[in-house]
């Protein structure tokens, strides 16, 4: 079972920038992704982003060009950096692992963090 250990979430304005980070336990990199989705109150879930084993990346069109996924296999740890925040990026993100159909929806994503809050609001 893996575990997170999730930060990053926060209150920024419009055009402001966060950095989400994601340590998991108990994962070992391969082929599988680890990444993340968000939810909005009402709205579907999303997959955001993941990066998998081969330094492999996902990004939905929502946040291509803006959100960038990174990681420090030394520190075990994976960083979603996220520029130019929009009205339509709030959300709690979950810091997943899974395959990475996960991501497009086609199954589920096999691991969860608790997720972080981000904010966007002037």
């Known amino acids: 079972q893996v575990q997170f250990v999730e930060s990053g979430g926060g209150l920024v304005q419009p055009g402001g920038s966060l950095r989400l980070s994601c340590t998991p336990s108990?994962?070992?990199?391969?082929?599988?992704?680890i990444g993340w989705f968000r939810q909005a109150p009402g709205k579907e879930r999303e997959g955001v982003s993941c990066?998998?084993?081969?330094?492999?990346?996902y990004y939905a069109d929502s946040v291509k060009g803006r959100f960038t996924i990174s990681r420090d296999i030394a520190e075990n740890t994976v960083y979603l950096q996220m520029d130019n925040l929009k009205p339509e990026d709030p959300a709690v993100y979950y810091c997943?692992?899974?395959?990475?159909?996960?991501?497009?929806?086609?199954?589920?994503?096999?691991?969860w963090g608790q997720g972080t809050q981000v904010t966007v609001s002037s």
């Open positions: 997943a692992t899974g395959d990475g159909g996960a991501w497009l929806g086609y199954v589920e994503a096999d691991n």
């Open positions: 108990g994962f070992t990199w391969g082929p599988y992704c």
């Open positions: 990066i998998n084993g081969e330094g492999n990346t």
